[in-house]
């Protein structure tokens, strides 16, 4: 049993690594990348047309409802794990809260809260219709 926990705090500890990286853009700066850009406009990027929009929220929904569906069959510590995702996320002290990240934090919460519907329906081929014009 030992050897779960000590396996879990590991994983623990590598996640909160691999996603403190994140606030550094992956490792910029103390031993990442250390140049700037050479000016403001090598960095902006090309406004998204409609239908690039309407592609990205199409992938976003299709992704959303497949990491429900994969957390409604997680066991409770990974549900834990990404509540306590959704709370290392979220503004600290002392820090400017982002508004796009708070709602992103809550979103994943309620994510989380959502896969306990799904975890009394039996999906696939055990009873759940297929949406219409899926098949070949």
Do not use: C
């Amino acid at each position: 049993m030992s050897d779960a926990k000590t396996e879990s705090s590991d994983r623990a500890r590598l996640l909160a690594k691999a996603v403190s990286r994140w606030d550094n853009e992956g490792g910029a700066g103390e031993g990442g990348r250390v140049h700037e850009a050479a000016s403001p406009l090598e960095t902006e990027a090309p406004l998204l047309t409609n239908a690039e929009l309407v592609q990205l929220q199409v992938r976003v929904i299709a992704l959303e409802n497949l990491v429900t569906v994969l957390l409604s069959q997680a066991p409770e510590h990974q549900l834990e794990l990404a509540r306590d995702m959704a709370a290392y996320i979220s503004p600290r002290p002392g820090f400017t809260p982002h508004r796009l990240t708070i709602h992103a934090a809550a979103r994943m919460i309620n994510l989380v809260d959502s896969v306990a519907h799904l975890r009394g329906l039996q999906l696939g081929a055990r009873g759940v219709d297929k949406p219409q014009g899926l098949d070949p």
